[in-house]
């Protein structure tokens, strides 16, 4: 059970970093336009 | 911890590379920023400021997107191609989505499975479809972000050089936008064919990329 909640972690770690990431690039890219 | 760390080795490694690369590319590319501005006989800015920069943004964003189309077209493409002698290519009579029964969807479904593959209907259906739906959403959303941080770059480069700035639209029609997306897509696509067709012949022990050492050239699909 834990090493599945650790699996889940990480998925949900490197999806939450690339979609904040991403979200950061276009609020940049807009509030210089 | 030693063991979440054995069991979890590549995400982890993997993870931590990012960081710390990502890292250099901003330090690199704040120097480079703050060289370009005193030739320019602009200002320079802090580390902080110039990850606020449309300029970083564009940077990062160009390779994320061509990284996740890289991913997204390969996962879609095995479906459909193969390549003969090929750990990456599955065998040419199973072209296509394959039966239930090997997909182990509906009523072929074990005890194990994912809910959603037992679940029938559009769960199925989506979840079938979810890893290159997720690859190719981010592929989408990082190009969108590399074409609105582009922009913004590319129009403080012709502020700073007294021309008129363009509009998004007019952006995505600019040699700036398709050098910096082009560029990109060319080595991804040489890096899955050179993978595809260099795995044929050569051999990395221990490796899942690689077929058994001893595995006949013209043996497919046989990781080990």
């Known amino acids: 059970m834990m090493?599945?909640?650790?699996?889940?972690?990480?998925?949900?770690?490197?999806?939450?970093?690339?979609?904040?990431?991403?979200?950061?690039?276009?609020?940049?890219?807009?509030?210089?336009? | 911890?030693?063991?979440?760390?054995?069991?979890?080795?590549?995400?982890?490694?993997?993870?931590?590379?990012?960081?710390?690369?990502?890292?250099?590319?901003?330090?690199?590319?704040?120097?480079?920023?703050?060289?370009?501005?005193?030739?320019?006989?602009?200002?320079?800015?802090?580390?902080?400021?110039f990850l606020a920069t449309s300029e970083f943004a564009v940077d990062v964003a160009e390779n994320w997107q061509s990284e996740y189309l890289q991913f997204f077209l390969y996962i879609f493409a095995t479906v459909w191609l193969v390549q003969r002698g090929s750990p990456e290519s599955k065998q040419p009579d199973e072209i296509?989505?394959?039966?239930?029964?090997?997909?182990?969807?509906?009523?072929?479904?074990?005890?194990?499975?994912p809910k959603w593959a037992r679940a029938g209907g559009w769960r199925t259906g989506l979840f079938s479809r979810s890893l290159g739906l997720m690859m190719g959403g981010l592929f989408l959303l990082s190009w969108l972000a590399q074409s609105v941080a582009g922009v913004s770059a590319y129009n403080s480069e012709q502020l700073s050089q007294l021309t008129d700035p363009v509009s998004w639209l007019q952006y995505l029609g600019t040699a700036d936008f398709w050098n910096r997306t082009l560029?990109?897509?060319?080595?991804?696509?040489?890096?899955?064919?050179?993978?595809?067709?260099?795995?044929?012949?050569?051999?990395?022990?221990?490796?899942?990329e690689s077929k058994p050492v001893g595995t006949p050239h013209g043996a497919t699909e046989t990781s080990g």
């Open chain 2, 96 to 113: 296509g989505l394959e039966s239930d029964e090997k997909q182990k969807v509906g009523r072929h479904a074990t005890a194990e499975s």
């Open chain 2, 1 to 49: 911890m030693k063991r979440f760390l054995r069991d979890n080795g590549l995400s982890v490694a993997f993870g931590l590379l990012f960081l710390g690369t990502l890292a250099g590319q901003a330090i690199a590319g704040h120097a480079d920023y703050n060289h370009q501005q005193v030739l320019e006989g602009g200002q320079t800015i802090s580390l902080p400021a």
């Open chain 2, 183 to 208: 560029q990109n897509w060319q080595s991804e696509f040489l890096a899955i064919g050179s993978m595809a067709v260099l795995s044929v012949y050569l051999r990395q022990r221990g490796s899942p």
């Open chain 1, 3 to 33: 090493r599945g909640t650790f699996r889940w972690t990480i998925f949900v770690l490197y999806l939450g970093v690339v979609l904040a990431g991403l979200t950061y690039f276009i609020v940049v890219g807009l509030l210089r336009l």
